[in-house]
């Protein structure tokens, strides 16, 4: 780690096709701010991202990065910071990425709280795909597909990750810029799972959720007396449908992660691993 990197470092040289406004530009943007003030660098991280607007995300940040399959970035990355705990292992995602058909694995991987973050850039609408209700749409949302509403209510991933288990749950607004960073920053820091949901507004397809509805509606929990170590308080946010918050929303101190529980603190290219198949090795050591 180093103290001098600064977050341009984490810019490639590929330029983002992202729609002019996406909120996804504020997110990345938060995500490598945050890397470089919690002491990473380009040669100690890596991006793990799924499919969808968001799985571009590995191509425009400077580090180690693979681009998954659908719904399976969580798996991947927690593959590989338990081959190498030394890695700082940063899963991006989107809510039809993450909450659909990537629901089980998101899950498990709160669950066993593997030392990794999760950043999920939740636009309540599949985007790449031009504009298909997702998880998270709200029940009556307008789509070609969907020309009188889902009909259903919409996932709820904070509800969703706190009864799974989780260490560390926040909501961020990608148009709050220290604010995102800040969260970000303290889920990357946190001993275990660090899950963040982002509201990174559609202005192609959602003119619903955008800036402006964030904006007016969000409340943010650093600005009142509120206790995030407080479980049943937690509880009683994230289950409250009529309003929107940001900041952090339950954090539990005593965290252990699943590397601590389990003993893993070697890089699995420097263990001997006697009786492996010829050659198995040397293909670890090429990537680890």
Partial sequence: MSSQVRFTDFKSDKQPTWCPGCGDFGTMNGMMKALAETGNDPDNTFVVAGIG???KIGTYMHSYAIHGVHGRALPVGAGVKMANPDLEVMVAGGDGDGYSIGA???VHAVRRNVDMSYVVMD?????LTKGQAS???????ETSTTPEGPQQPP????ALALASGATFIAQS??????RHQEIVRQAIEHDGFGFVNVFSPCVTFNDVDTYDYFRDSLVDLGEEDYDPTDREAAKEKVLDADKEYMGVLYQDEESQSYEQTHGLDSNMSDIDHEGAPEGAMDLVREFY
Avoid: K, M, Q, W
């Fill in 135 to 141: 998880p998270t749409s709200r029940e009556d949302f």
């Fill in 123 to 127: 636009n309540r609408i599949y985007g």
């Fill in 155 to 158: 996932v709820n991933p904070l």
């Fill in 104 to 106: 089980g694995h998101f």
């Fill in 53 to 55: 607007c968001s799985g």
């Fill in 173 to 178: 607004f990608s148009s709050d810029a220290l």
